[in-house]
């Protein structure tokens, strides 16, 4: 896997008694590098997965086009819906009516999916948020589509298979707010791309990090285990219904190489919870010992100018402060720089431009300082 480097610098012009010429690349930063094949091994008990990089590439895919039941991972969209919808405010009031204590909908009873409203209860959107993403209570799902339709749970539905046309779901249909319906159905990489557009959103990835909270229902604890056991772990949800067995849409950060790297995975189809987070968990490990191969080291040249004047000419080189390189799950890669330096004048160790590696498909790098590597100050005579 080969990967190219160029920069893109431009000319320093000065005037005619001495001359900066264009930057050019150190022959360092020039030549082409080839990643090592990545040798990570990947494993899973689910009938679907997919492992993907925030914004970046899919690391790992099972039967990521598969469509199954998803239980109630199906209220990520729930919750989408709900947040983005203006009429839904946080603070807005709901009043729990018959409907929802009597639990109005086909499908399975679980005790652990409901929370105890109260016929003319009043609570609000965010309470009944706290409680569709924390205890997964199904009866939460119900309120709030009524709530964000004039009571209409059938208008909500339709807007969540409206959604997930527009976020080109092109292999998920909803049925009902809960995921209790073994009819619906999605797959893993459908729910991936919910899950990246979803926890852009900071009240959602508020909610879904969240362990637990005081509510008027009582205290409400996350179901996702991750949050106690895996390190880093940001959300999201839970699920698990006879058709659909026991699911997860989970994420994590870590600092890899330097910087903050986020990944997002679904599992759809493992057999119960408790092998779940440790699939899960193995997954996540696999994912953050992604291999990185430094393609410049720390110090190393990564361009150079040329003054020419009435005394001859000197070379003046600028190196990486970092060490600059890529992730090997990717396809290519190229230096880019950006430059903030005076024509006249830099001294050694000042920070003069900046580089970071663009790495095919994945999200962008941070900048990485570039220092001068002499100090050059031009004579006054040189102006003239």
Avoid at 29 to 47: E, H, I, V
Avoid at 48 to 72: C, H, M, T, W, Y
Avoid at 186 to 211: C, G, H
Wanted: with cysteine; glycine share 8%; net charge positive.
């Amino acid at each position: 896997m080969g990967a190219g480097l160029a920069v893109v610098a431009g000319a320093l012009a000065l005037p005619r008694m001495a001359v900066v010429h264009p930057l050019a690349l150190a022959p360092a930063a020039q030549r082409s590098f080839r990643l090592a094949p990545d040798p990570r091994k990947w494993s899973t008990l689910a009938g679907s997965s997919e492992i993907q990089v925030a914004g970046g590439p899919v690391l790992f895919a099972k039967g990521q086009n598969i469509e199954r039941p998803i239980a109630s991972t199906t209220k990520i969209m729930t919750a989408y819906l709900t947040l983005t919808n203006p009429s839904m405010p946080l603070g807005k009031q709901v009043a729990i009516t018959t409907a929802e204590v009597l639990n109005d909908r086909d499908g399975i009873l679980k005790s652990d999916s409901e929370v105890s409203l109260r016929v003319g209860q009043v609570v609000t959107v965010h309470d009944l948020l706290w409680a569709l993403m924390l205890p997964s209570a199904d009866d939460a799902a119900w309120a709030l589509s009524r709530a964000g339709t004039g009571n209409n749970p059938n208008l909500f539905i339709a807007e969540m298979n409206r959604k997930a046309r527009e976020l080109h779901m092109n292999r998920t249909h909803y049925t009902d707010p809960d995921g209790v319906s073994h009819q619906a159905y999605s797959t893993a990489k459908d729910l991936m791309k919910l899950t990246e557009v979803a926890m852009k959103l900071p009240i959602f990835r508020d909610i879904v990090r969240t362990k637990t909270v005081m509510s008027p229902f009582g205290t409400l604890t996350n179901l996702n285990q991750m949050l106690w056991q895996y390190p880093g772990t940001i959300g999201v949800k839970t699920g698990w219904t006879p058709w659909a067995g026991s699911c997860l849409v989970f994420g994590a950060t870590r600092m890899v190489h330097g910087s903050p790297l986020t990944v997002y995975g679904v599992v759809l189809g493992e057999p119960s919870f408790n092998p779940m987070f440790q699939d899960t968990a193995q997954l996540m490990n696999t994912a953050f010992r992604v291999p990185w191969t430094t393609l410049l080291p720390a110090r190393s040249p990564v361009a150079a100018v040329a003054v020419s004047g009435l005394f001859g000419s000197k070379t003046y080189q600028f190196s990486a402060a970092k060490p600059l390189g890529a992730y090997e799950a990717g396809e290519s890669a190229r230096l880019q720089c950006r430059w903030d330096i005076s024509g006249s004048a830099w001294r050694k160790g000042q920070v003069v431009g900046y580089c970071r590696v663009d790495a095919s498909g994945w999200p962008q790098s941070p900048w990485v300082p570039v220092t001068a590597d002499q100090s050059y100050r031009m004579l006054w005579w040189g102006r003239l």
